[in-house]
């Protein structure tokens, strides 16, 4: 599986945690960035991560600003994007499993850095559950 990463300023160290532990699963990752924590626009690379989701160059994308609410937002501009704002485990299970999510965002000010792995775990390993949400799915995916 191919994850482009993104963040603001705020979101920055949380970020270089979650790439690192992508990287240990052996995971390709793009970091968009970013790469740095000076201040930054979090719409920016909301955007960026979108399109490169939309655009089916990865399969997934990671967005962590101050609380991930921004950045999904942002994702959420872009045709074909359905970007969840999860700050706990049960949202990233749902995200995936009713939304079939396909960028998470994170807030950095709300979860602690393991919860955040945890949360990144959910997310990439829950699969879409399909059937009645299928349906539901493609109404979203036919708004705007």
């Not at 609410?69 to 700050?87: D, E, H, L, Q």
């Not at 990439?124 to 539901?136: C, N, S, V, Y």
Request: proline letters at 3%; a neutral charge.
């Amino acid at each position: 599986m191919r994850i482009a990463l993104g963040c603001d300023h705020a979101g920055f160290d949380l970020k270089e945690r979650l790439k690192d532990a992508l990287v240990e699963r052996g995971l390709e990752i793009e970091d968009l960035g970013a790469h740095g924590p000076e201040s930054t626009d979090y719409p920016d690379w909301g955007r960026a991560v979108a399109l490169r989701v939309a655009s089916g160059a990865v399969q997934r994308g990671l967005l962590v600003c101050g609380s991930g609410i921004g950045m999904a937002i942002a994702a959420n501009r872009i045709k074909g994007v359905r970007a969840a704002a999860c700050n706990d485990l049960y949202s990233a299970r749902l995200a995936r499993a009713h939304n079939d999510a396909n960028v998470l965002a994170v807030g950095s000010r709300v979860v602690a850095p393991a919860l955040a792995e945890a949360i990144l775990d959910v997310f990439l390993e829950t699969p879409f559950d399909g059937g009645r949400h299928r349906r539901r799915v493609d109404k979203l995916d036919g708004i705007g």
